[in-house]
T-cell receptor, first 112, second 115 residues
């Protein structure tokens, strides 16, 4: 089934550790996004990529980095995790800049 | 600045009752508009979208939404709610102002369904 695959589904991490959340799409969408979802704050954009080889900062980029080496993959890295990065992370993609987003199932990250 | 507002944080309705979830937007021009649903532990799924044309839009799972320019609203409706509709609902519109090309989401409305 075509769509977005995120891994891991869930992870508990010690503060200070490095973590990479993986995201792969098979819809050949140009644009990909990482959001975090927190209670009462809704969805907030972390980083985005409008096309392979380019990335940009969203609303809450600090402490996160991304890369877009090819169309399909868009990993999100936490270089040194902190407890405030405990959240549910969603990867999404779209074929148009202002078009609908398709979401993965999410990665629940707990930083202790 | 562009914004999407969902005034209701939490709504409870009885199974079989009608439902209306409110969404207001603040944009200079008529935006594209979307409604997404998120079941517990799941990602967001597109319910319906408005791009242009007919202001009453039909979506999946029996939902519809009406775009009203005069009220800057895009309210989601369902005539008879089922217990499986319990979820969180998000209204969204494109972020035209920035270079990001992504959607701005409302804070969401959590729907509970009473038996």
């Amino acid at each position: 089934i075509a769509g977005i695959t995120q891994a891991p589904t869930s992870q508990i991490l010690a503060a200070g550790r490095r973590m990479t959340l993986r995201c792969t799409q098979d819809m050949r969408h140009n644009a990909m996004y990482w959001y975090r979802q927190d209670l009462g704050l809704g969805l907030r954009l972390i980083h985005y990529s409008n096309t392979a080889g380019t990335t940009g900062k969203g609303e809450v980029p600090d402490g996160y980095s991304v890369s877009r080496a090819n169309t399909d993959d868009f990993p999100l890295t936490l270089a040194s995790a902190v407890p405030s990065q405990t959240s549910v992370y969603f990867c999404a993609s779209s074929s148009l800049a202002a078009g609908e987003l398709f979401f993965g199932e999410g990665s629940r990250l707990t930083v202790l | 600045a562009q914004s999407v507002t969902q005034p209701d944080i939490h709504i409870t309705v009885s199974e079989g009752a009608s439902l209306e979830l409110r969404c207001n937007y603040s944009y200079g021009a008529t935006p594209y508009l979307f409604w997404y649903v998120q079941s517990p532990g799941q990602g967001l799924q597109l319910l319906l979208k408005y791009f242009s044309g007919d202001t009453l839009v039909q979506g999946i799972k029996g939902f519809e939404a009406e775009f009203k320019r005069s009220q800057s609203s895009f309210n989601l409706r369902k005539p008879s709610v089922h217990w499986s509709d319990a979820a969180e609902y998000f209204c969204a519109a494109p972020n035209y102002g920035g270079s990001q090309g992504n959607l701005i989401f409302g804070k969401g409305t959590k729907l509970s369904v009473k038996p």
